[in-house]
């Protein structure tokens, strides 16, 4: 998929909702439909929508991380979405199970896109992502930095040792991304405009 966002999905609530929201993703996973159509779609197919109701929603996602899993009390999966987090779909399915708080962290860093619902930061605690690739070595890395201490300090063990303050980092970073090298640094956005949350 194109423009891929990378999802991180939480889930929390009554553990007979959580069980039932386990073994439908996972049915959908091992489904054979699944070669064919979206997973989030045949999650919705498989909650009782009927197709044209669910053909309205987002459905461009996959559960591509593997079996979800229920850990300590939170249901756990890794999704993969076209240009986005799929809102209205994940809408649609905390419908079917009102009790749950559905808690997502998107990653589209090629469209700027790194968002939360998780203002509490209970799952996703992080304030930064910097996205680098060095082009004559051959190396990068993504790291998630959760305060600003962290990534000064990062900055200056990796890329420029006089770096002491959050502004200096920011210009160590596009001091480096001028040499056709790759530095992103995206603040994560806090989006509570989806019904997600009880």
């Known amino acids: 998929m194109s423009n891929t966002c ?6 929390e609530g009554p553990e007979k909702d959580l069980l039932a929201l386990k073994d439908h993703i996972n049915a959908v996973r091992k489904d054979e439909k699944a070669k064919h159509y979206r997973n989030l779609y045949l999650l919705l197919l498989r909650l009782g929508y009927p197709k044209s109701e669910a053909e309205e929603f987002d459905i461009r996602e996959d559960f591509t991380g593997g079996d979800a899993e229920i850990e300590n009390g939170i249901l756990k999966l890794d999704t993969e979405s076209a240009w986005r987090f799929q809102s209205s779909g994940w809408e649609a399915v905390r419908k079917k199970f009102p009790a749950v708080s559905v808690y ?6 090629g469209n700027c896109v790194f968002e939360t619902n998780d203002t509490a ?8 992502c910097l996205d680098w690739w060095d082009e004559r070595e051959g190396d990068g890395e993504t790291e998630y930095f959760n305060d600003d201490c962290s990534l000064i300090e990062y900055v200056h063990d990796h890329f420029d040792s006089t770096v002491g303050t ?8 596009q001091a480096f991304g001028e040499k056709d090298n790759l530095a ?8 509570t405009e989806y019904e997600l949350l009880p």
Request: net charge neutral.
């Open 184 to 191: 992103n640094l995206t603040e994560i956005h806090h989006n």
């Open 121 to 128: 930061r209970r799952h996703f605690p992080y304030k930064y």
């Open 104 to 109: 997502y962290l998107a990653e589209e860093l």
């Open 6 to 11: 990378m999802n991180t999905i939480r889930i």
């Open 166 to 173: 959050f502004e200096q980092a920011e210009k160590a970073l």
